[in-house]
């Protein structure tokens, strides 16, 4: 019989896929349920040893006598998990796969003076590759619970090798239910680790063959700074497999966003290469969750990164290097005489349908007679393209950033989207513009733009600095969150409704200014800020107080 508590089992069941055969069990109430469930799996040998000091030791001698196979030493809760302490540090130094999993109590009870409680998490963190805290038991965390123990055994089997420390908070004993033994989640299943210095034949075998010849590949790409020279490579693979990206990465993508809301089947892959860091578009986390696609993550550092829920694997390379040998690959694949029909045709031609009609209707959601943000950031993106000159564009997060994935064109959007926040954006741009020839363009809103206000405060500025500022007087973005709307201060507090201009600001600094207030003012304005010269930077406030914003 099993104890049936899903976190034990995820536990168990990833701790044998990774190549766990032996356990040394120390005795104790906590961690009963754990012991059993090792005892009941039937591939590991389970070896009590009372003493924590000398189990951890144990399970050195068994790693050791095994070619370094990783072991597990399980203990209760409370001060013996220190007992595992000095063998910790030994394994460190000396590089042997000890996994050490405590029992814990629940963390209501910590420092609440109740019996055999106290800070586990992060006790053994000096001696230890990984750490993690499992969570309690709830019905949508499964998926997390099996990427923190694939964590820790992807730390203590990889590189170097090396101890890692698991705690689990259990609740007593008596309130777990047992049973028997039946068919669990894709998350007791091993990530595999795929760490060649270059694109070797296992990475083409396991993960870029079977990309090629996938029914409906997709390749999701958030954001990351690609070299100018892949943009060819990226063009080509585009004509063959699905490409998912936003103009943070990729200056030639195209917007997808609303077709995620609601992934139509036709839409669906069954392959994911994932590679980058966020994207703008959130849905594409829940719509990929959704499918049952085998995921790979491409990522230089072997980070587990699993936005999906979902990760087969991480290929330990690049995303450079690994795009390179895809490429190489698809070509190789591809007679000389012209591309061939491939598995993936029908599922190109549904993606690049969907995405041609998505297009146009975001196109026509455009009222061109209002002065709204999305006429500006389209009509902005309009004369760009008539611009002979070197640019680089830079966009504030919230509101512009999403503007920005539906209408930028043939060009790289720079955006402070590491963690999303506010601040920064135009201190980004002017240090960016103090670097590079290139005419720099900022596209912010008001509190974005305020709040960094001292970046003009700056003896670097000069004429290649461009900003357009689009004033709401209030973060715009907040009128579209969902459950919002109930909140009787949205506007005044959560919004941060104000009346402030950059009129002042740009004469304290030598900035020129501009201002528009009509939809035939913001036209001359842009016009301007892309055509004149000056020799110090241009700003052009754009004061939509009197407009109301379209939906994004």
């Known amino acids: 019989m099993l104890y049936q508590e899903n976190v034990i089992r ?50 050195i001698g068994l790693s050791l006598a095994t070619d370094r196979h990783p072991v597990a030493v399980c203990v209760t809760s409370g001060s ?121 034949s296992q990475v083409r075998e396991q993960v870029i063959l079977p990309f090629l010849t996938a029914a409906r590949p ?138 041609d009609s998505y297009e146009r209707g975001n196109t026509r959601s455009v009222d061109g007679s209002r002065l709204t943000s999305e006429t500006l950031v389209r009509y902005f993106e309009e004369q760009l393209e008539d611009m002979d000159y070197s640019y680089q564009v830079h966009v504030a997060n919230s509101s512009i950033v999403r503007q920005a994935c539906r209408f930028a064109s043939g060009h790289k959007v720079w955006c402070n989207r590491g963690v999303n926040g506010i601040e920064g954006s135009v201190s980004t741009a002017v240090g960016f513009a103090a670097a590079t020839k290139d005419m720099v363009f900022l596209l912010t809103g008001d509190l974005s733009f305020f709040y960094d206000q001292n970046a003009l405060w700056n003896r670097h500025l000069s004429g290649n600095l461009r900003i357009i500022l689009i004033n709401d007087h209030h973060g715009g973005i907040f009128q579209h969150v969902k459950g919002l709307e109930q909140c009787a201060h949205l506007d005044d507090v959560v919004a941060a409704s104000h009346h402030t201009e950059a009129r002042g600001i740009c004469t304290q600094n030598d900035v020129g200014y501009l201002h528009a207030a009509t939809l035939e003012e913001m036209y001359i304005g842009v016009v301007k800020l892309l055509t004149e010269a000056s020799a110090r930077p241009m700003l052009l406030e754009v004061d939509m107080s009197n407009q109301k914003s379209n939906t994004f």
């Open 10 to 59: 995820i536990l168990t069941s990833v701790l044998v896929a990774h190549g766990v055969e032996r356990v040394v069990a120390c005795p104790g109430s906590r961690n009963a349920a754990i012991v059993n469930n090792f005892c009941e799996e039937g591939k590991v040998e389970v070896y009590p040893v009372t003493d924590e000091r000398s189990a951890g030791f144990f399970a």
């Open 80 to 200: 013996a998990l220190l007992n595992v302490a000095p063998a910790v540090a030994e394994a460190y130094y000396r590089h042997v796969p000890l996994i050490v999993v405590s029992a814990d109590r629940p963390q209501e009870w910590i420092d609440q003076n109740v019996g055999q409680t106290m800070r586990q998490y992060g006790a053994l963190e000096q001696y230890v590759r990984c750490s993690v805290n499992l969570l309690p038991a709830r019905d949508d965390s499964d998926w997390y619970q099996g990427r923190l123990v694939n964590e820790a055994m992807l730390a203590a089997n990889s590189g170097a090798r090396g101890p890692v420390h698991i705690n689990v908070p259990l609740p007593n004993p008596s309130e777990m239910t047992m049973g028997e033994a039946d068919s669990f989640d894709r998350w007791c299943q091993p990530i595999a680790l795929l760490e060649p210095d270059v694109c070797s």
């Open 218 to 355: 997709m390749l999701v790409m958030g954001q990351m700074d690609l070299d100018e020279w892949m943009t060819p490579l990226l063009d080509r693979i585009s004509e063959r497999i699905v490409v998912i990206s936003e103009p943070l990465t990729y200056g030639h993508a195209r917007p997808f966003a609303g077709l995620m809301d609601s992934l139509a089947p036709s839409l669906r892959p069954d392959m994911v290469v994932y590679m980058g860091g966020s994207l703008v578009c959130r849905s594409v986390n829940t719509a990929l969750a959704a499918t049952d696609a085998v995921v790979w993550r491409v990522d230089a550092d072997g980070d587990i990164c699993t936005p999906f829920k979902n990760l087969h694997g991480i290929v330990k390379v690049s995303p450079e290097t690994f795009l390179k040998q895809l490429a190489e690959d698809l070509v190789a694949k591809t007679p000389e005489e012209g591309p061939s029909s491939s598995p993936a045709d029908g599922f190109i031609q549904a993606w690049n349908q969907a995405m």
